[in-house]
């Protein structure tokens, strides 16, 4: 007997192409960084951490897909340092767990998954955890983070950000 976060997997890969479109054109018409009520993959946000109780903050991101490089050069320079190499060593998941630590300074990112990219864009899902809400202080598996406030996304300290650094 298969668990139902099997078949919310399974749900969430064979979603049919129309209401994908639907979906993601609301998204590109919202903003940039939205918080959101609950998870849109259950299953996903579970396993890396996520419980519905309070303390508990989930926000969708939207990132510009392409290439993140330097601004094009104006002032001059020889032609062999007038190149524009590609800045970000980073994954995109990583960039969008940083722009969310910024918007919300009070909040920790505990993690983070890949929902959908359309032709322009890229979406992931941010789980944020508030290190003053007191049913966090009392759990014993997430209490580690009311003691640190350390801003794990901005230091590379998150699962996607370790990850970008192996070699």
């Not at 299953?43 to 094009?72: E, M």
């Not at 002032?75 to 910024?102: C, D, F, I, N, P």
């Amino acid at each position: 007997m298969k668990s139902v976060y099997f078949h919310l997997r399974e749900a969430f890969k064979q979603k049919a192409r129309a209401e994908w479109q639907a979906l993601l054109i609301n998204w590109r018409k919202s903003n940039a960084i939205v918080r959101t009520q609950k998870p849109f993959r259950l299953d996903r946000a579970r396993a890396l951490g996520y419980k519905a109780k309070t303390g508990f903050v989930i926000a969708r991101v939207r990132l510009l897909r392409g290439g993140r490089q330097k601004p094009k050069i104006r002032a001059g320079r020889r032609s062999k340092r007038m190149t524009r190499r590609k800045v970000l060593k980073m994954s995109y998941q990583t960039v969008a767990e940083q722009r969310v630590q910024r918007k919300y300074p009070n909040l920790e990112v505990l993690n983070s998954y890949y929902l959908a990219k359309d032709g322009r864009n890229y979406y992931f899902e941010v789980i944020l955890v508030d290190p003053n809400a007191p049913e966090i202080q009392s759990d014993k598996r997430l209490n580690w983070v009311c003691y640190k406030n350390s801003k794990r996304a901005l230091r590379g300290l998150t699962s996607s950000a370790r990850k970008s650094r192996e070699f």
